[in-house]
């Protein structure tokens, strides 16, 4: 990665977020860069990549690294996905750890014990403490303050707001002096396909349920610059069953309809021009588990 001009007493470095799934780490992240740079979904698993976040202050540059929710995995994707979450705690120089304020479950348990690898320093995040009463809060804290010698212990609210703005001036308490890796302004590093089909996928997953959502992936095929600040897009919805087709285009096509709609007023908000939307869904068997529909998609390199 490229290093840009070092400023004096600047401090920089990568954080990586790591949590189960559904844990809130994609809006504790929105919420830290004051921008929505991740898509959010009340369905686990959401987030398929990690994905980089620059917060940037006068005196530092933080790099977050939202990765996906470590979870027991059933298909190929998955295996991807907890690999990318662990692989990441080797590579940064802080790590978050997000779960929700209650008692730590067997699926805390398991990521609390891959620190034990790491020299990585890592903050216990504990996340929508709305949901629980303020007396409550200090028997959790101490109920994971047994299971491992945090460096600190945040309660917050991703959702709310509340005590977000102590964390980035803790975390950047734990980076080094460094450069700024990104330019200033610079918010994230993904290009901007990717961002319009993990819009799509969003949709797709606020408006569908059971078996649907999590065998979606999102191909942007084509953009195209046209007169009068015009972007056409062209995308294809991929999901592994007719039926799971049949479902994502609707009585009439009203499904595909309403989350082309959705998608294109967020991208015409994001990018500032007025966005023409074409979708199509087409059907790859088991996709999830065929390697080779995983590197088409992103999900492995070569």
Request: charge should be neutral; aromatic fraction near 6%; glycine fraction near 8%.
């Amino acid at each position: 990665m490229n290093k840009l001009a070092v400023k004096d007493s600047f401090k920089s470095g990568f954080v990586a977020l790591v949590g189960r799934p559904n844990v809130g780490k994609s809006t504790l992240v929105n919420r830290l860069v004051g921008q929505k740079v991740a898509i959010m979904s009340d369905k686990p698993q959401t987030t398929r990549h990690k994905i980089h976040s620059v917060l940037n202050r006068n005196n530092a540059q933080v790099v977050f690294l939202d990765t996906p929710g470590i979870h027991k995995p059933k298909h190929r994707l998955g295996e991807r996905m907890v690999d990318l979450a662990l692989g990441a705690l080797k590579e940064v120089d802080l790590v978050l750890f997000l779960t929700e304020a209650g008692e730590p479950g067997t699926g805390d348990k398991y990521i609390i014990d891959q620190f034990q690898s790491i020299s990585t320093p890592v903050i216990l995040v504990l996340n929508k403490i709305d949901l629980v009463s303020r007396a409550d809060i200090l028997p959790i804290i101490e109920g994971f303050r047994h299971l491992y010698a945090f460096s600190e212990i945040i309660p917050v609210s991703a959702l709310t707001g509340d005590n977000i703005d102590r964390l980035p001036e803790v975390v950047m308490g734990y980076l080094p002096e460094g450069p700024m890796y990104y330019p200033e302004g610079m918010i994230t590093d993904q290009p901007e396909r990717f961002i319009m089909s993990e819009i799509i996928r969003e949709k797709v997953l606020q408006l569908t349920s059971q078996e649907v959502p999590h065998s979606v992936s999102v191909d942007v095929e084509e953009i195209q610059q046209r007169p009068n600040n015009v972007v056409a897009i062209r995308a294809v919805i991929y999901t592994e069953r007719d039926s799971q087709k049949g479902i994502l285009i609707g009585k009439s096509g009203g499904m595909l309809k309403e989350v082309g709609k959705r998608s294109r007023e967020e991208m015409e908000a994001l990018f500032g021009s007025r966005v023409f939307l074409e979708l199509w869904v087409k059907v790859k068997s088991d996709w999830r588990n065929n390697e080779k529909h995983l590197r088409n998609f992103g999900y492995l390199s070569e």
